[in-house]
């Protein structure tokens, strides 16, 4: 499965960007997907996950309730939105596609097989 992320780009803290993540190439709507990030001189780190529904999600513990993924399976695309953005929030954000069609959402990349190429999200104090 091909991966395409955008929307990323540079805001003040307290402020909101939503990422979008495309997929082509394979059935979308079974596999979960999974954002994860990257700050500079970090290694990458699971951000949030969602199901084949938007009722099955999962976070991490630091950006629980300011962030929300979300899915469109009839768009083939996967959202990130994220609200009262933190300095420390910044990274490169990565959307993945898991590599089989799991029921218990992961966190591990080593079971997401797809990746996409990463976008910025800059936050300023």
């Known amino acids: 499965v091909q991966l395409q992320a955008s929307g990323g780009g540079v805001v003040q803290a307290g402020g909101s960007l939503r990422l979008s993540c495309a997929a082509s190439?394979?059935?979308?709507?079974?596999?979960?997907m999974g954002w994860f990030r990257q700050a500079p001189g970090k290694e990458r780190e699971f951000v949030s996950a969602v199901g084949w529904s938007d009722s099955i999600t999962d976070y991490a513990d630091s950006v629980k309730g300011r962030f929300t993924i979300s899915r469109d399976n009839a768009k083939n695309t996967v959202y990130l939105q994220m609200n009262n953005l933190k300095p420390e929030d910044t990274a490169v954000y990565y959307c993945?596609?898991?590599?089989?069609?799991?029921?218990?959402?992961?966190?591990?990349?080593?079971?997401?097989?797809?990746w996409g190429q990463g976008t910025q999200v800059t936050v300023s104090s």
């Open positions: 190439g394979r059935t979308f709507s079974i596999y979960p």
């Open positions: 993945a596609a898991a590599s089989v069609p799991f029921n218990k959402l992961r966190r591990v990349e080593a079971d997401f097989g797809s």
